[in-house]
Nanobody, 114 residues
C-alpha cells in the first residue's frame, strides 16, 4: 500500500500557479516532517520545502516568496502552493516523509512553458 501519493502537476505558463497535493498514511503524516523535493533529468533531487508536524516551515532559497507548504491534518495531506512559476521550476516533484530516508511517492510532473 502506497504511503505517499502525489497529485496536481501539469502544464502551466510562466507566471502561473499550481497546487500539488501529497496524501499520506496517518502514521506517516502525524509522526514525521513532510518534505517536497524536485528532480530534473541529469540533476540530483533537491529539497524544495519542509513542514514539521507542528507546522514549522522551511524553504529552499530558489522558491522563497513564491511557494508555500501547508498541511491539512483532517485529510492527512500536505500541499505545495506554487505561484509565479518559472520555466526553471519544471521538474518532477516528489513527496517524502518517514523514518530514516523515508518513503517516496511516485512523483508528479510540473512543466512551466509558454
Amino acid at each position: 500500500q502506497a504511503q505517499l501519493v502525489e497529485s496536481g502537476g501539469g502544464l502551466v505558463q510562466p507566471g502561473g500557479s499550481l497546487r500539488l497535493s501529497c496524501a499520506a498514511s496517518g502514521s506517516i503524516f502525524r509522526g514525521y516532517p513532510m518534505r517536497w523535493y524536485r528532480q530534473t533529468p541529469g540533476k540530483q533531487r533537491e529539497l524544495v520545502a519542509t513542514i514539521t508536524s507542528s507546522g514549522g516551515t522551511n524553504y529552499a532559497d530558489f522558491v522563497k516568496g513564491r511557494f508555500t507548504i501547508s498541511r491539512d491534518s483532517a485529510k492527512n495531506t500536505v500541499y505545495l502552493q506554487m505561484n509565479s512559476l518559472k520555466p526553471e521550476d519544471t521538474a518532477v516533484y516528489y513527496c517524502n516523509a518517514g523514518p530514516g530516508v523515508g518513503y517516496w511517492g511516485q512523483g508528479t510532473r510540473v512543466t512551466v512553458s509558454s
